[in-house]
């Protein structure tokens, strides 16, 4: 027996691979949790990267991939707030992703705080930027996320995230786009009015590949371990995939548990990403990870994300599409 067949066979009673959904084409939803073509669990450790506002080095996706991460979540532009990100230069980053070894979560991010923010996108003008990237994004869902829209609706604003997200994912559907799709709260993602918490599940099987995950981001009124658990608690009991897409250590609008996010997160198979790595503006610079894009400058929020309990440093595992090996007895 050659020594991969009788790894194979020594392990087998720690870890199964569950069957991929709807065949093995990329990236999948299975159970509640993502899985990759394999069958072998995703469970997405990273950071967000503020590209279209703040491109940085040509290093970045290396440096964030030695942070210990396996994914990076990529913010790109429709061109309503800033310069559009062309599909020639899209197919560059997920190249750069790829050459990094990570999973690249590609988000329209102008739809932010749409009704609140002047000039932001909506969902459907998210779609259709999606549709213009058609050709880059076919045979990449391995490796690709799509996350349709960057926290679509301002607070209190009624964008109906329901209908308007249906309509995206099947648009998306109907060009060939069979990547997992990743949809974000409305109210500035954190889902202030719970639409998302009520019909995540309406959502998910409206989806004719059944592949969706859903992203909440834990900012101030995620502030003490009981919040977190009560709203994530409501996805894991449903059996429907969800990542905390952006969260951070302190924040001008209240102060996130981030030690109750992550440890929730690492002790329940959840992804999380922080936001991020490095460019916020000046008022925001104690969000950034690592000061002026330079790997040896952690921020406080930096070293606690990287080095600290269930951080990147100890609970990132490379994904397997890169030869990551995924063994049940280390979680």
């Known amino acids: ?37 394999s069958g072998d669990p995703l469970v997405l450790r990273g950071v967000n990267h503020g590209y279209a506002f703040g491109k940085g080095p040509a290093s970045v996706f290396d440096d964030i991939k030695a942070t210990g991460a396996n994914a990076v979540r990529v913010s790109l532009s429709s061109g309503h707030k800033w310069d559009p990100t062309p599909p020639g230069e899209v197919a560059s980053v997920i190249s750069r992703c790829k050459a990094a070894r990570l999973i690249c979560v590609l988000d329209v991010h102008d739809t932010m705080g749409y009704g609140t923010e002047p000039g932001a996108a909506t969902i459907s003008e998210a ?45 998306l559907r109907a060009a060939g786009l069979l990547h997992a799709i990743m949809v974000d709260a409305p109210n500035w993602g954190n889902d202030s009015f719970h639409v998302m918490y009520d019909h995540a599940a309406e959502v998910f099987e409206s989806d004719p590949e059944h592949n969706v995950v859903f992203d909440v981001h834990m900012y101030g009124p995620f502030d003490t371990a009981d919040k977190v658990a009560a709203y994530l608690d409501r996805f894991v009991q449903q059996r429907l995939p969800i990542v905390v897409g952006e969260f951070s250590q302190i924040h001008q609008y209240g102060d996130p548990d981030e030690d109750a996010i992550m440890a929730y997160c690492e002790a329940h198979g959840l992804g999380y990403l922080g936001w991020s790595w490095s460019g916020n503006s000046p008022e925001y610079h104690y969000l950034d990870v690592v000061s002026s894009f330079k790997p040896g400058r952690e921020t406080v929020w930096g070293r606690r994300l990287i080095e600290g309990p269930n951080g990147l440093r100890a609970t990132g595992r490379e994904a397997g599409v890169y030869g990551g090996f995924w063994l049940a007895a280390r979680r």
């Open 127 to 171: 779609a259709d930027y999606w549709l213009t990237l058609r050709k880059v994004l076919l045979r990449q869902e391995s490796y690709v996320i799509i996350n349709i829209a960057n926290e679509p609706s301002g607070h209190a604003v009624d964008a109906n995230w329901i209908g308007a997200t249906k309509d995206a994912i099947h648009r």
């Open 1 to 37: 027996m050659g020594f991969p067949a009788l790894l194979l066979s020594l392990l087998g009673a720690a870890y199964v691979s569950p069957s991929p959904a709807y065949g093995a084409t990329g990236i999948k939803a299975v159970g509640g949790r993502l899985v990759e073509a």
